[in-house]
């Protein structure tokens, strides 16, 4: 491959890393954000991380089959470039892929009726609300107090594990800073407390008021909260 070939896959690569970088931290309409879906094969509310774009995907799929390909093209000229670019193409791939069939998990929060469901990182976390004691909400974490331990259960390899979340055996952390700003600690307080709420949850009551406070965030800077509505 000439070098000029080669350059042009290097800007290229470049121009849709920072257009991804960029396309980010585009906030996301509320019915992308909030919508209704299922986890352990029970109806629910999914609360989606409300950055990014469609895009952004793409743009991995790119890369990532981009520096393999460039792997592949130093084969006759240099077998350790060959191996050192093409395995960084192929963990890419793996990892892009990992991403688009969920198994990855970007942070997306499900709360059914039987409990609180997020994959993150590979780790699929699922806390019934029987379980729940108590929650204490950080800047970026809602660290939740159980009756019982909590066993994540991994979906990757253990080097791709969740990073900074707490887990012991009273506790167990769900990232929040890349979910919309939610009146979490009044929804999981409600519906740990009050068994009757959780069948709401199955329906697309909970969706609409959800939905209403993204839109209030998006026009005023703030929501205010009001789970009876």
Do not use: K
């Not at 396309?23 to 992308?32: D, E, I, K, T, Y």
């Not at 809602?142 to 012991?168: D, F, G, K, N, Q």
């Not at 952390?173 to 409600?190: N, S, T």
């Not at 709420?197 to 909970?206: G, I, K, N, Q, Y």
């Amino acid at each position: 491959m000439s070098d000029r070939v080669v350059g042009g896959l290097v800007l290229a690569g470049i121009v849709m890393v920072v257009v991804g970088a960029v396309l980010s931290r585009r906030r996301r309409p509320a019915v992308q954000v909030i919508t209704s879906g299922c986890a352990h094969g029970s109806a629910g509310l999914v609360i989606h991380p409300w950055r990014g774009h469609a895009f952004a995907i793409v743009g991995s799929w790119l890369c990532a089959v981009g520096v393999t390909v460039l792997g592949l093209s130093y084969v006759d000229t240099s077998v350790f470039a060959a191996v050192v670019v093409g395995g960084a193409g192929l963990l890419l791939l793996y990892l892009v892929w990992a991403g688009a069939s969920g198994r990855g998990g970007d942070g997306t929060l499900t709360l059914t009726p039987l409990g609180l469901h997020q994959r993150w990182r590979g780790s699929d976390v699922f806390v019934p609300w029987d379980a729940v004691t108590g929650l204490v909400t950080s800047r970026q974490e809602l660290i939740i107090e159980t009756a019982s331990p909590i066993v994540p259960v991994r979906h990757l390899p253990r080097w791709l594990r969740r990073a900074r979340v707490v887990a012991t055996d009273e506790a167990i952390g769900l990232p929040h800073w890349m979910l919309p700003p939610l009146p979490y600690q009044e929804m999981i307080e409600l519906y740990s407390t009050y068994p009757p709420a959780r069948d709401e949850l199955a329906t697309s009551e909970p969706v609409i008021r959800a939905r209403t406070l993204l839109e209030q965030v998006a026009m005023h800077g703030r929501a205010t909260p009001d789970l009876d509505s």
